[in-house]
């Protein structure tokens, strides 16, 4: 069985910065490909990051040049670094790990932007 911790969600003012981590354990070899996604109350879940196997990376316009996601094999550790945050940016945001073509979810970390 799989295990995604994820941990860094909080308060933040606009501005600000938050780093968030998503820890796999359990019975994972390896993983391929990763993404960072967000849900707001009464919006569609919406990718904001994605790096692959590889490490290519890829961005919505919205927080391109402001969020940059990573990995660190060793660890089954994916990031997601948020820099000048708005308010906007408020949001549940949950990883996603693929390994051996499964998908694995986080359960989610709540980030609130708010003066």
């Known amino acids: 069985q799989v295990q995604l911790v994820e941990s860094g969600g909080g308060l933040v003012q606009p501005g600000g910065s938050l780093r968030l981590s998503c820890a796999a354990s359990g019975s994972i070899f390896r993983i391929s490909s990763a993404g960072w996604y967000r849900q707001a109350p009464g919006k569609q879940r919406e990718l904001v990051a994605a790096i692959t196997s590889g490490g290519t990376t890829n961005y919505p316009d919205s927080v391109k040049g402001r969020f940059t996601i990573s990995r660190d094999n060793a660890k089954n550790t994916v990031y997601l670094q948020m820099n000048s945050l708005k308010p906007e940016d408020t949001a549940v945001y949950l990883c996603?790990?693929?390994?051996?073509?499964?998908?694995?979810w986080g359960q989610g970390t709540q980030v609130t932007v708010s003066s």
């Open positions: 996603l790990v693929v390994s051996g073509e499964v998908d694995y």
